[in-house]
């Protein structure tokens, strides 16, 4: 990173005025300050007028429930008392009736509370009411109590009950029902002042709305225009990079986020050509490692056994095997070739190893069986060249040959969804579990860093580079059970490129994976 540019960064970080983030609160604030003002004044109305409505709705329920009750089973039960139906003493056990002492007490007691709560000046008046004839009530029930022992009372006692009792409870039902009427005008009232609130309320937020609008509208352009012009040179210059011009720079001076991300793209763009020459310098790290494998299997100790080979079968008169030696040979080192292509269909890898494993059954027809399962239905996607080759012939010379035996080897391949598995499974010397351990550490280092495995590290490596750290190989091994080398890779379909050309797919992939 250049000092300039590093001062740039600097420079805006130390002199950031206001953030887009500040900005963009302070709009909000703008906006939501006043709602919330006026939601909070809705609620604080509302909760009041429901508090004082709640209360109303409760007291004419209290008081309507005695409306309705009282005077009838006070007058019952009273009636009752006199004709000698029942007695104060045994009235409480009858199913019908009321003690009328108590039916006096549970009236007091209510409508004293009433009394307390009750503010309305109409409404307290027909309480007090109603309080003092039920002082009178009782004085009229206890001189009938008094009477009701005495024999010649009972005519006596019918006029009380006619003139005294039933005059009363109907004057208290009177003040109840007055009681209920002024407490239902003043819930009318309360209501009326409610909507008067209302309509006050939407008068003054309307004006505030529209006030609102105007500031709102004025700054949102003011800030909108601050974050959107930068923006847009921002996005200018980076069109400008996009079409290879890491020359363009964003010139933004608004003190804020953009103004760092303009900094650091400027700084991007400055360092962009070095980073593309370090990706150029990986893609011919990875033309050196194809070229070293290639190495590998074109050596001359496996071009002389076959030949030797190919010699020993002329001596021995069989000319038409030696003929179809040299051809399997022949399309084994094109297949390895490939017109100089890193990608070739799995069709094209499978008749590379069926080539191989051809000439190495010739030489080690007493040893080695070979099947190969690959379903056909991958023939037409892709494989990097050269991935299965190395790991058969691991499998032949530190499986099958360490046997010592009739050995094989089994090549399968089938589709897993968006996956291709193909799996290479030997039923030779096998490992230990610490030699197998050492083995996966091996294949997960840079090829060129392996002590052993290179022909595994190398197709691990290639795997790794050109369709990301989740494909690669993975190894199971027991001790003179065998061995299972699993390869795991996208599917991508070939796309019918010439010779030499990576495919579309598997370009993608190696983009995909280049970090710039």
């Known amino acids: 990173m250049k000092n300039s540019d590093r001062q740039d960064i600097g420079k805006q970080k130390g002199h950031m005025r206001f953030s887009v983030r500040t900005k963009i609160l302070m709009l909000a604030a703008m906006v939501v300050f006043p709602f919330l003002l006026a939601i909070f004044y809705l609620l604080a109305s509302m909760s009041n007028y429901s508090q004082v409505y709640e209360r109303i709705v409760r007291d004419i329920t209290v008081a309507n ?24 003493d045994n009235i409480s056990e009858a199913e019908t009736l009321e003690d009328p002492y108590e039916l006096i007490g549970e009236l007091r007691s209510e409508f004293t509370d009433l009394m307390d709560a009750t503010t309305e000046s109409e409404s ?4 007090q009411s109603l309080l003092n004839n039920l002082d009178t009530l009782e004085d009229r029930v206890d001189d009938i109590v008094e009477t009701t022992s005495s ?11 006619d003139n005294n009792i039933y005059v009363l409870t109907e004057l208290i039902q009177d003040d109840i029902q007055y009681y209920i009427y002024y407490q ?3 819930m009318e009232e309360v209501t009326a002042d409610l909507n008067g ?24 352009v003011l800030i909108a225009s601050g974050i959107i012009k930068p923006v847009r040179e921002l996005y200018h210059a980076t069109q400008k990079v996009a079409k290879g011009d890491f020359t363009a ?18 700084n991007m763009a400055g360092n962009m050509q070095g980073m593309i020459r370090q990706i150029k310098e990986d893609e011919q790290k990875l ?30 008169n069989e000319p038409d095997q030696a003929v179809n030696m040299v051809v399997t040979l022949s399309g084994f080192f094109r297949q390895v070739l490939s017109k100089g292509k890193e990608l070739i269909t799995i069709r094209e890898e499978e008749q590379h190893i069926r080539s191989y494993l051809e000439i190495q059954s010739v030489r080690y027809h007493d040893i080695l069986e070979y099947d190969i399962q690959i379903d056909q239905v991958l023939y037409d996607y892709q494989i990097l060249k050269l991935t299965l080759q190395p790991v058969v012939e691991n499998a032949l010379y530190h499986g099958i040959k360490y046997k010592r035996a009739k050995g094989y080897i089994h090549v399968n391949g089938e589709m897993e969804g968006d996956l291709i598995r193909l799996t290479v499974r030997d039923n030779g010397a096998g490992m230990e579990e610490k030699e197998l351990e050492e083995l996966r550490q091996e294949i997960s280092r840079p090829c060129k860093e392996t002590e052993k495995g290179f022909g595994l590290a190398n197709v691990n490596e290639r795997i790794h580079m050109y369709f990301g750290e989740q494909y690669g190989l993975t190894i199971q091994s027991v001790k003179d059970k065998g061995t299972i080398v699993e390869i795991l890779i996208p599917a991508l379909k070939a796309d019918g490129g010439t010779s030499g050309e ?7 992939h190696l983009e995909g994976n280049t970090e710039l």
């Open 197 to 220: 609130q209302i309509r006050d309320f939407i008068v003054l937020f309307g004006t505030v709305i529209a006030v609102l609008v105007f500031v709102v509208t004025v700054t949102a």
């Open 287 to 316: 033309r050196r490692t194809d070229l070293r494998l290639l190495q590998e299997q074109i050596n001359p100790h496996f071009l002389y056994n076959t030949l030797d080979t190919i010699v020993w079968l002329i001596e021995g």
């Open 502 to 508: 990576t495919g579309t797919a598997g370009q993608e």
């Open 184 to 186: 239902t005008q003043n």
């Open 65 to 88: 429930n005695y409306n309705l009750n009282f005077k009838e089973e006070m007058d019952e039960s009273m009636y009752k008392l006199v004709v000698g139906y029942v007695t104060f």
């Open 151 to 161: 024999d010649g009372q009972y005519d006596d006692n019918i006029e009380r009950l």
């Open 124 to 127: 307290r008046v027909w309480l």
């Open 249 to 266: 720079r964003a010139k933004i001076n608004t003190r804020d986020e953009i103004a760092e991300l303009a900094a650091g793209f400027n």
